[in-house]
């Protein structure tokens, strides 16, 4: 089995409704193959975790990598596991509204035993998106 941490800049017509519909088919066919994780949607920024067998996560990512709902797919991490964490999540979704509840539903999900690499790279992804906030909060001001 294989786990696939990446980051993208999603496309800027990616909006709730289109969110929606991608996780809606994204989890029927994870589904099918097995696959499992979660996806982060902020700042039109998305960080994927998804696992499961390599041949069919391989297969699946191949399609990710070319879908124009995004660009500049950027791997963060990837490795050998020897079982899923998120297999109860074909792709749980959080966007910018349950941002905040992200990291305890994960943390929740992998019975506190959250990977430092998965943690890290959730925390970068709102750390900055935080930072972003206090900036635009800074010029309205
Ligand atoms: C950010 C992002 C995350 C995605 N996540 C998944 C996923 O977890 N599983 C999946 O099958 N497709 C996912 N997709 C969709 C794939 O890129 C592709 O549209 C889909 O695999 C096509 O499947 P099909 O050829 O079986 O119809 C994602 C797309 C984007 C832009």
Redesign the pocket.
């Known amino acids: 089995m294989r786990r696939i941490i990446y980051q993208?800049l999603a496309s800027p017509d990616m909006d709730r409704a289109e969110l929606f519909r991608?996780v809606y088919?994204?989890r029927v066919?994870?589904e099918e193959?097995g696959?499992s994780?979660f996806?982060l949607f902020a700042d039109q920024r998305?960080l994927?975790v998804?696992e499961g067998e390599t041949w069919k996560l391989m297969a699946?990512f191949a399609?990710?990598r070319?879908?124009v709902?995004?660009r500049a797919v950027t791997v963060i991490d990837e490795r050998s596991i020897t079982a899923p964490i998120f297999g109860k999540w074909r792709?749980r979704c959080f966007d910018e509204g349950g941002a905040g509840m992200a990291l305890d539903a994960i943390a929740a999900e992998a019975s506190g035993h959250v990977p430092r690499v998965v943690e890290d790279a959730v925390a970068a992804f709102f750390g900055c998106e935080r930072a972003q906030a206090n900036l635009q909060r800074l010029h309205l001001v």
Do not use: E, P, V, Y
Request: hydrophobic letters at 45%; a positive charge.
């Open positions: 993208s991608l088919h994204a066919a994870n193959r696959l994780g996806l998305f994927q998804i699946t399609k990710i070319r879908d709902r995004h792709m």
